[in-house]
């Protein structure tokens, strides 16, 4: 789950047009920076999924996620292990990125003792039934996209604080493929660099998803690293909503690379 004040009258109107001055960050440097506030090194956190609509209960599930850096620095291995209720106790999803929209995703289905492969083309598909999907689980990267400020204005649901928005469209078609979308837009608090919102557009340009970013927290004091512990996204067609709530963010905990391994999804709760 990739983020100080500018405020000057010639700022705001390079921004508005899309262009920075010489003395400000563009599109890129926004993301870029946003990517880094949140970025670490690993973590372990211990989360619930709930999902719930309009005409259905609301349902959760509880997980941990294991998290930690690729090798080339970028890209991240990441294991998500649930725990309860007790009809998906042991199912596991590993999720190891690869760049270009090209990630490989492994499910574990323990009821069946089988792991199966998610295809790319299928990862757009949804995430243990939620509103996120797979490719929502993993990182976009900042070369992934091509970006554009957009404008600066009142961040959602704080109008005290300044966001940029940022419009990002995929930089290749693998990239659109994997992740399903045409165009991101993200609002990114010029204050610390914190994404609070994204709304997701699909393949027609209609606006599909919303996700808010809420609750963000330091987890790591000596690199000032702060990660939102609440994430909502609201699926605008199906009218249903999925919020990722977290419990424990553990950053002091190693996390070893036996933990991603095809081997390590069945090992026991």
Same mark, same amino acid.
């Given at each position: 789950? $990739?983020?100080l004040v500018?405020?000057?009258?010639?700022?705001?109107?390079?921004?508005?047009s899309?262009?920075?001055?010489?003395?400000?960050?563009?599109?890129?440097?926004?993301?870029?920076?946003?990517?880094?506030?949140s970025?670490?090194?690993?973590?372990?956190?211990?989360?619930? /999924?709930?999902?719930?609509?309009?005409?259905?209960?609301?349902?959760? $599930?509880? @997980?941990?996620? @294991?998290? #930690?850096? !690729?090798?080339?620095?970028?890209?991240? *291995?990441?294991?998500?292990?649930? %725990?309860?209720?007790?009809? &998906? *106790?042991?199912?596991?999803? /590993?999720?190891?990125?690869?760049?270009?929209?090209?990630n490989?995703? /492994?499910?574990?289905?323990?009821? +069946? =003792? #089988?792991t199966r492969?998610?295809?790319?083309?299928a990862? *757009?598909?949804?995430?243990?039934? %939620?509103? @996120?999907? +797979?490719?929502d689980?993993?990182?976009?990267?900042?070369d992934? +996209?091509?970006?554009?400020?957009? #404008?600066?204005?009142?961040?959602?649901?704080?109008p005290k604080?300044?966001? @940029?928005?940022?419009? %990002?469209?995929?930089?290749?078609?693998?990239?659109? !493929?994997?992740?399903?979308?045409? $165009? =991101?837009?993200?609002?990114?608090?010029?204050?610390? +660099?914190? !994404?609070?919102?994204?709304?997701?557009?699909?393949?027609?340009?209609?606006?599909? =998803?919303?996700?808010?970013?809420?609750?963000?927290?330091?987890?790591?004091?000596?690199?000032?690293?702060?990660?939102?512990?609440?994430?909502?996204?609201?699926?605008? =067609?199906? #009218?249903?909503?999925?919020? &990722?709530?977290?419990? $424990?963010?553990?950053?002091?905990?190693?996390?070893?690379?036996?933990l991603?391994?095809e081997?390590?999804?069945?090992?026991d /709760?």
């Amino acid at each position: 789950m $990739k983020t100080l004040v500018m405020s000057s009258a010639v700022m705001a109107i390079a921004i508005a047009s899309g262009v920075a001055n010489a003395g400000g960050p563009n599109a890129r440097d926004v993301m870029t920076k946003s990517a880094a506030v949140s970025s670490l090194e690993h973590v372990t956190l211990t989360s619930t /999924l709930t999902i719930g609509g309009t005409d259905s209960e609301s349902r959760s $599930k509880s @997980f941990t996620l @294991f998290r #930690k850096t !690729a090798s080339d620095g970028v890209h991240f *291995r990441s294991l998500a292990r649930f %725990s309860a209720p007790a009809e &998906i *106790r042991g199912e596991a999803v /590993l999720m190891d990125e690869r760049g270009s929209g090209r990630n490989e995703v /492994l499910l574990w289905l323990p009821r +069946y =003792k #089988k792991t199966r492969r998610v295809e790319t083309q299928a990862q *757009r598909a949804s995430f243990m039934g %939620s509103s @996120f999907s +797979y490719a929502d689980m993993t990182t976009q990267t900042v070369d992934d +996209y091509k970006h554009d400020i957009a #404008k600066s204005e009142a961040c959602p649901s704080d109008p005290k604080s300044t966001c @940029f928005v940022v419009v %990002s469209q995929p930089a290749s078609e693998a990239v659109k !493929a994997n992740q399903g979308y045409a $165009k =991101k837009t993200t609002w990114v608090r010029s204050s610390d +660099y914190q !994404a609070i919102q994204t709304e997701l557009h699909d393949e027609t340009g209609a606006l599909w =998803k919303r996700i808010v970013y809420t609750d963000i927290r330091e987890v790591d004091s000596a690199k000032k690293k702060a990660v939102p512990h609440a994430i909502r996204v609201d699926d605008l =067609k199906a #009218k249903k909503f999925s919020q &990722i709530v977290v419990h $424990k963010a553990d950053t002091g905990t190693a996390v070893t690379d036996q933990l991603f391994t095809e081997q390590s999804l069945s090992r026991d /709760l």
